[in-house]
């Protein structure tokens, strides 16, 4: 059973058409890769998946729960949007870490916010805090970020603002995490830091969809890789086919300028 | 000299008397006006187009004219309006006998309420438009990474946003305190009895003591030491909030 199915999905701004009848599913413990150039919708596409864009067509699936069919035309209310958003954790590529809490603070946020709605928090607020604190703890350590806990983001370099910002999408145990271009906003030492750490989480199987453009970093990682091109989903499949025997002309041709460049 | 010493501890009771009086009008506007200007603040920036447009309205009346002119209009306004109504109107119809019932009270205590009212209203428009400034200042993704976190709208304007905008709030904010704590003598021109009329007392004449102006100009040591007081906490609480950038 697949974990994810986007089907049919059509996004336009204005009169723009951004994506354009997107299909695509992927199984538990994948890592998907997004390739293609700037301004072929890949961001847009994760954007969707996390209702921060509304697609003008698309059923999404979670596994086989219908989380959006947009043909049904009655928005979803705020409070079902929130709960369906929940399967999903996004990474960003500015971070957008919150400047006025430290590192801790920024992990445990959501979790201590989503515990203060359920039936038992006002008698056992000392309990669940602690427990939300030692998951939080647990997920800076595995990010290799055990002595920066107690930093606000303006203390911390690049590097170590993603790899929190990983930490405070996994605190609430998405079913898929999503990263939009999560090195983009770095230079290339502090690139290798975040990508190790993306990296581990695929080798623990951890289910992602990655919009990248560090190609051989999606080779190397992902189970499956798409190449979108002028909002369509232009080849997809394994890595040793799409880079290796890519079957589209503006596939290779897009490979190639890559390979150019490096 | 030896008038001066005689004269001094008259006035300076009667200016601290006065003075009271500005402070509170003080407190009471920023009490009121610090969060009406939130309350309108929110009110222009969210999606109900006709609110947005009655508040930009608003602030386009109450900050295109003087303030002077408000207190005016509003401390005289309702007496002048209840007695345009006679008695036998009012007797006839319910609503023209709560118009005619709407006056400020005598005194000092009418006084203070309207020009309470008046710098209230005025400063929740001046800070409605800062507090919009800073809510548009923060940038769209720290709202983004709350909605994708699961918070509500409430949540991440209580628990990211807010915090963020009273930081780059802060120093216009503190630019209008120190404003408002001059903008206070407006209210002589409805003899509110506020520090400076207190000190023009002695000038007509008052327990005493006529034709002495010195009065009227000490009074400005009361607004330089109030605003300097008021320069270091704002000052500090600026730094208290440096701890983030």
């Given at each position: 059973?697949?974990?994810?199915?986007?089907?049919?999905?059509?996004?336009?701004?204005?009169?723009?058409?951004?994506?354009?009848?997107?299909?695509?599913?992927?199984?538990?413990?994948?890592?998907?890769?997004?390739?293609?150039?700037?301004?072929?919708?890949?961001?847009?596409?994760?954007?969707?998946?996390?209702?921060?864009?509304?697609?003008?067509?698309?059923?999404?699936?979670?596994?086989?729960?219908?989380?959006?069919?947009?043909?049904?035309?009655?928005?979803?209310?705020?409070?079902?949007?929130?709960?369906?958003?929940?399967?999903?954790?996004?990474?960003?590529?500015?971070?957008?870490?919150?400047?006025?809490?430290?590192?801790?603070?920024?992990?445990?946020?959501?979790?201590?916010?989503?515990?203060?709605?359920?039936?038992?928090?006002?008698?056992?607020?000392?309990?669940?805090?602690?427990?939300?604190?030692?998951?939080?703890?647990?997920?800076?350590?595995?990010?290799?970020?055990?002595?920066?806990?107690?930093?606000?983001?303006?203390?911390?370099?690049?590097?170590?603002?993603?790899?929190?910002?990983?930490?405070?999408?996994?605190?609430?145990?998405?079913?898929?995490?999503?990263?939009?271009?999560?090195?983009?906003?770095?230079?290339?030492?502090?690139?290798?830091?975040?990508?190790?750490?993306?990296?581990?989480?695929?080798?623990?199987?951890?289910?992602?969809?990655?919009?990248?453009?560090?190609?051989?970093?999606?080779?190397?990682?992902?189970?499956?890789?798409?190449?979108?091109?002028?909002?369509?989903?232009?080849?997809?499949?394994?890595?040793?086919?799409?880079?290796?025997?890519?079957?589209?002309?503006?596939?290779?041709?897009?490979?190639?300028?890559?390979?150019?460049?490096? | 000299?030896?008038?001066?010493?005689?004269?001094?501890?008259?006035?300076?009771?009667?200016?601290?008397?006065?003075?009271?009086?500005?402070?509170?009008?003080?407190?009471?506007?920023?009490?009121?006006?610090?969060?009406?200007?939130?309350?309108?603040?929110?009110?222009?920036?969210?999606?109900?187009?006709?609110?947005?447009?009655?508040?930009?309205?608003?602030?386009?009346?109450?900050?295109?004219?003087?303030?002077?002119?408000?207190?005016?209009?509003?401390?005289?306004?309702?007496?002048?309006?209840?007695?345009?109504?006679?008695?036998?109107?009012?007797?006839?119809?319910?609503?023209?006998?709560?118009?005619?019932?709407?006056?400020?009270?005598?005194?000092?205590?009418?006084?203070?309420?309207?020009?309470?009212?008046?710098?209230?209203?005025?400063?929740?428009?001046?800070?409605?438009?800062?507090?919009?400034?800073?809510?548009?200042?923060?940038?769209?993704?720290?709202?983004?990474?709350?909605?994708?976190?699961?918070?509500?709208?409430?949540?991440?304007?209580?628990?990211?946003?807010?915090?963020?905008?009273?930081?780059?709030?802060?120093?216009?904010?503190?630019?209008?305190?120190?404003?408002?704590?001059?903008?206070?003598?407006?209210?002589?021109?409805?003899?509110?009895?506020?520090?400076?009329?207190?000190?023009?007392?002695?000038?007509?004449?008052?327990?005493?003591?006529?034709?002495?102006?010195?009065?009227?100009?000490?009074?400005?040591?009361?607004?330089?030491?109030?605003?300097?007081?008021?320069?270091?906490?704002?000052?500090?609480?600026?730094?208290?909030?440096s701890y983030f950038r």
């Open positions: 059973m697949p974990i994810l199915e986007v089907e049919h999905l059509r996004k336009s701004f204005g009169q723009t058409l951004v994506l354009d009848d997107i299909s695509f599913s992927m199984e538990a413990g994948d890592t998907l890769s997004i390739i293609g150039s700037s301004g072929s919708g890949k961001t847009t596409l994760l954007r969707c998946l996390n209702f921060l864009e509304r697609p003008d067509e698309a059923i999404i699936r979670v596994r086989d729960e219908v989380l959006l069919d947009a043909s049904h035309a009655d928005r979803l209310s705020a409070q079902e949007t929130r709960k369906k958003r929940l399967h999903f954790g996004l990474v960003f590529q500015s971070f957008n870490l919150f400047p006025q809490y430290t590192a801790l603070q920024n992990v445990m946020l959501a979790e201590e916010l989503l515990a203060r709605e359920t039936p038992g928090w006002k008698t056992h607020k000392a309990e669940i805090t602690a427990r939300i604190r030692a998951h939080a703890e647990d997920l800076l350590r595995e990010m290799g970020l055990a002595n920066r806990m107690n930093n606000y983001p303006h203390q911390l370099s690049g590097g170590q603002c993603q790899r929190v910002a990983i930490a405070r999408a996994l605190a609430l145990s998405p079913d898929i995490l999503c990263f939009d271009e999560p090195t983009s906003a770095l230079d290339p030492e502090l690139t290798g830091e975040v990508l190790r750490v993306i990296r581990g989480l695929a080798e623990r199987n951890t289910t992602m969809v990655i919009v990248t453009h560090e190609m051989a970093f999606a080779r190397d990682v992902s189970s499956h890789v798409i190449f979108m091109d002028d909002g369509r989903i232009c080849e997809q499949g394994s890595p040793a086919e799409v880079f290796g025997n890519p079957q589209q002309e503006r596939t290779r041709q897009f490979l190639s300028r890559y390979r150019d460049e490096n | 000299m030896e008038q001066f010493l005689q004269q001094f501890p008259v006035v300076f009771n009667s200016l601290n008397v006065g003075f009271l009086q500005t402070m509170k009008l003080f407190f009471v506007t920023l009490l009121g006006a610090l969060p009406l200007g939130l309350l309108l603040a929110l009110g222009e920036v969210s999606r109900a187009r006709v609110l947005r447009g009655a508040i930009k309205v608003l602030v386009w009346i109450i900050r295109g004219s003087p303030l002077m002119i408000q207190l005016l209009i509003i401390y005289y306004g309702p007496g002048l309006l209840a007695g345009s109504i006679s008695a036998e109107a009012a007797e006839s119809n319910w609503f023209l006998a709560f118009l005619r019932s709407c006056k400020w009270s005598g005194g000092e205590d009418g006084r203070f309420t309207a020009a309470a009212v008046a710098f209230i209203i005025n400063y929740a428009c001046y800070f409605c438009e800062i507090y919009r400034g800073g809510i548009q200042g923060i940038p769209v993704g720290q709202e983004e990474a709350g909605l994708v976190l699961g918070m509500t709208g409430w949540q991440i304007f209580f628990k990211v946003k807010l915090l963020q905008m009273i930081k780059a709030i802060l120093p216009p904010i503190s630019n209008e305190i120190i404003t408002l704590v001059k903008d206070t003598s407006l209210a002589r021109i409805i003899s509110l009895q506020e520090v400076i009329w207190a000190g023009q007392a002695f000038l007509k004449g008052s327990q005493g003591i006529s034709g002495a102006i010195w009065p009227l100009f000490f009074t400005g040591v009361y607004y330089l030491v109030a605003n300097g007081l008021l320069t270091v906490g704002l000052a500090k609480l600026e730094k208290k909030l």
